[in-house]
């Protein structure tokens, strides 16, 4: 039988393999490739092979990065970044233009080159990866257009570094890339060590179209050149990869003033309920987990299935990952191909064999010779089967079921990670109930693994913070205006009072702490000396009993923006009837300034809207500012009244709750407050004041595990120290400029942006 006659007996798809000739010869007469800085490529130092993952033959030779050669490229990129923010927006949007129409020129080579050097099915690369770069710089270019109009007063941030992962390499670039133009900055860029070819080749776009040297560099490496850019005299660090490597740059990072986003792993969950379409929800989890062989951050690992549909579910599953093609990533059809490198088969397999040890049942998941790995799932797996906790990054998922919704988020939620999530039910109310309630920043509504330069993409809790794509992906690469800065008095070591007890002569009162809506007397007992009267000495433990009492008063999230607004209306009804009296401690315009706070964010509480971006048509994606839940919140050391409502009114007006340890010589004005905060409905719980010395008490708010944001005014080098006692405990720190407290620069836009995160919902709709 000809070849043609049994494929058409078998109906399986014949041999369709993407001609790779223009590429290599190409990757012939490039290589071995120098870096790309200022404008030119580097005579190659010394070189490591970039090899196709699929057969393992080396494709090129690329540079390793030094120190060195880190600096150069960071000082062609300072130097060419006035020029390159001096530009008008219009001329920046042409560039980013011109970079698009080349990228979209190129769709086919630099199709073939991504799935020569990482693995990647064809289709893949050709339908999807190449497609959303160009669109990533198309849209990039309309904000370069735009950011003055939409980004007053705001600027650039000078330098960035940019360190990526191997797993969509040219679209990561792209993600990172085009905002980072757009918003004014240049960049030094460092592709992951196994897929360096798809950055070379996009250098030489930014020739073609006459990018200024400097403006785009790029240095290949390893983890040490990935490193050096972390060391070097950069003004932001964007980085993609690991939570490891992640962690270890935020601690590098404390202290420096560096701005730093990070996008990390993830264990997403994928919630199939009874109501589902389940033969749609079958080709979401091909969608998920069995595309690009599973390397995906927000993959969706953890398929949760109702339990009343599970084993139907569970046997259309495997008759369509039966039908799944393993084979050579240049095949047309091929559907799974190539593990980027030996080193992730190996983990990948590493971790399934812990979690069958552990009891799991591993269904499919075999490794082929070579860097090939089928489609499978872990099933009968308990909850903390390292399977289960674990990121596989491969095209393994794990199966389990639940009874309830409830139970299905508390499964959902049961991970250190928030990156994304899909939900799949016919129901409108059911799906978008769990939307709301999984504390993800991307949530896939009947649908999964959607990607738009529209639609701000970025995690919660470990999975990093920072979101990239849309209005929100820009702000990460734009400088608020800027404030007057103002010296603030430095906070000694808070001294307790000999006597202690705070009976002594001339003191006129012991004030307590507030915790959960009550006064509290500090664990310890000890008090110390503050101009009129003595303070409570808060320890480590009235620290954590304030920061429970702050997560159990997650209802006040829920209340919605009108019913928090009647509160701050409230509590500025309450201190103007008593601000005579407030006066007294503090001074008229401090006590003006609160109420201004508090009327202020009350008129914000149900206005600092989220928005409906086009991402794609027939789908509402729906971009959602979301509370982070508890933030903890160290303040200055003088103006307390103030600065305490300026950073507290627009925390708790967006839903948080807070732990806030108030100036720490001069705390009494605050601690008048109680009373206010007693009589103006606030519940308890959202406001916990816990006086002492500031670092420490920051330190242990750092440290916390349930605390979801610091934000600390003062001194940077004290905050490194903050921040290392941290322990690499991954929060966004902020730590505003110290400004005078009562002027119209302490409130405004910039506080409500730190005060919420957002969650991207992505719903097919007209469709
Ligand atoms: P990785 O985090 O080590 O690599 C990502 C990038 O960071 C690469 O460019 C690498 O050269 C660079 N890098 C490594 N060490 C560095 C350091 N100390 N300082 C600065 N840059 C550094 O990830 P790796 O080892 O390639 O993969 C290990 C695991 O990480 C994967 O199995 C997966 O679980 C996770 N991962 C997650 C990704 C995501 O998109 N969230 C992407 C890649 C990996």
Not at 42 to 51: I, L, R, V
Not at 116 to 137: C, Q, T, Y
Not at 579 to 589: H, I, L
């Amino acid at each position: 039988m000809s070849n043609v006659s049994k494929i058409m007996e078998s109906m399986d798809y014949g041999p369709s393999v993407e001609d790779s000739a223009a590429v290599r010869d190409w990757l012939k007469a490039k290589s071995p490739f120098g870096h790309f800085i200022g404008g030119k490529f580097q005579t190659p130092g010394k070189t490591f092979a970039s090899s196709n993952p699929s057969t393992g033959e080396a494709l090129a030779e690329v540079s390793q990065g030094t120190a060195a050669d880190v600096e150069a490229a960071v000082k062609a990129a300072r130097k060419a970044q006035k020029g390159w923010a001096a530009l008008s927006g219009s001329e920046r949007a042409r560039y980013l233009y011109a970079i698009a129409r080349h990228v979209q020129k190129r769709e086919r080579f630099l199709s073939v080159l991504e799935t020569l050097d990482n693995g990647k099915p064809i289709r893949e690369s050709r339908d999807i990866d190449i497609p959303l770069v160009a669109r990533h710089f198309y849209h990039h270019a309309g904000w370069a257009e735009l950011r003055d109009a939409e980004f007053p007063g705001h600027a650039p941030l000078g330098v960035c570094g940019q360190i990526i992962p191997w797993n969509f390499p040219l679209l990561m670039l792209a993600w990172k890339i085009a905002p980072a133009l757009a918003a004014g900055n240049t960049v030094v860029l460092k592709p992951a060590e196994y897929t360096s070819l798809t950055a070379l080749a996009f250098a030489e776009i930014c020739q073609e179209v006459g990018l200024p040297a400097g403006v785009v560099n790029i240095v290949t490496g390893d983890g040490a050149t990935g490193a050096a850019i972390v060391e070097a005299e950069v003004d932001k660090i964007a980085f993609t990869g690991s939570t490891e490597v992640g962690r270890a740059i935020a601690a590098k990072l404390s202290g420096t003033g560096r701005k730093l986003t990070l996008e990390l792993g993830g264990k997403s969950p994928f919630i199939v309920m009874e109501d589902a379409d389940l033969d749609a929800a079958v080709e979401g989890v091909v969608d998920s987990i069995w595309f690009n062989q599973g390397q995906v951050c927000c993959a969706g690992s953890r398929i949760l299935v109702a339990e009343a549909v599970a084993d139907r579910f569970e046997t259309l599953l495997n008759a369509r990952m039966a039908k799944l093609i393993v084979g050579p990533p240049l095949d047309k059809s091929t559907d799974i191909g190539a593990i980027v490198d030996p080193v992730q088969k190996d983990r990948i397999q590493a971790i399934c064999r812990a979690a069958t040890d552990a009891g799991a049942e591993l269904v499919g998941g075999q490794p082929g010779e070579g860097c090939f790995i089928a489609p499978g799932y872990l099933k009968n797996i308990a909850p903390a089967n390292p399977g289960m906790v674990e990121e596989i990054f491969g095209p393994i998922a794990t199966l389990s079921t639940f009874r309830t919704a409830d139970e299905a988020v508390e499964l959902a939620n049961n991970t250190r990670y928030g990156l994304a999530g899909s939900v799949w039910s016919e129901s409108a109310t059911v799906a978008t109930d769990l939307a709301a309630r999984i504390k993800a920043g991307v949530i896939w509504i009947n649908c999964a693994n959607m990607f738009d330069a529209a639609a701000p993409f970025g995690g919660y809790r470990e999975s990093g913070f920072g979101r990239e794509g849309g209005f929100t992906g820009m702000l990460d690469y734009l400088a608020e205006p800027p404030v007057k800065p103002r010296k603030e008095p430095e906070a000694g070591a808070a001294q307790t009072a000999p006597g202690g007890d705070g009976q002594g002569g001339g003191i006129d009162r012991t004030a307590k702490l507030y915790i959960g809506g009550a006064q509290k007397r500090p664990d310890g007992g000890a008090n110390y000396a503050v101009p009129g009267g003595m303070a409570p000495l808060g320890s480590r433990k009235d620290i954590r009993t304030a920061v429970e009492a702050a997560a159990k008063a997650g209802k006040w999230a829920g209340m919605g923006g009108h019913a928090r607004a009647q509160v701050l209306y409230y509590i500025a009804e309450n201190l103007s009837a008593r601000a005579d009296e407030f006066a007294k401690r503090s001074s008229k315009a401090e006590v003006q300034a609160a109420i201004a706070r508090a009327f202020h964010y009350a008129a914000w509480a149900d206005k600092f809207d989220g928005r409906n971006v086009q991402a794609k048509p027939a789908h509402l994606v729906n971009v959602l500012p979301e509370p982070y839940g508890v933030i903890g919140i160290a303040c200055p050391n003088d103006q307390p009244l103030s600065a305490f409502m300026s950073l507290v009114m627009p925390a708790i007006a967006m839903g948080n709750a807070v732990v806030v340890v108030p100036a720490q010589d001069d705390p009494l004005p605050v601690l008048d407050l109680y009373q206010v905060f007693d009589t103006s409905d606030l519940p308890g719980g959202v406001v916990n004041i816990v006086t002492g010395s500031k670092d420490e008490l920051a330190k242990v708010l750092a440290a916390h595990d349930e605390v979801a944001g610091l934000w600390y005014v003062g001194d940077r080098a004290r905050l490194a120290g903050v921040e290392k006692a941290g322990g690499g405990n991954l929060k966004p720190v902020w730590s505003p400029a110290h400004r005078d407290w009562t002027g119209a620069q302490a409130q405004g836009r910039a506080f409500l942006r730190q005060a919420t995160q957002t969650k991207t919902i992505w719903l097919p709709y007209g469709a």
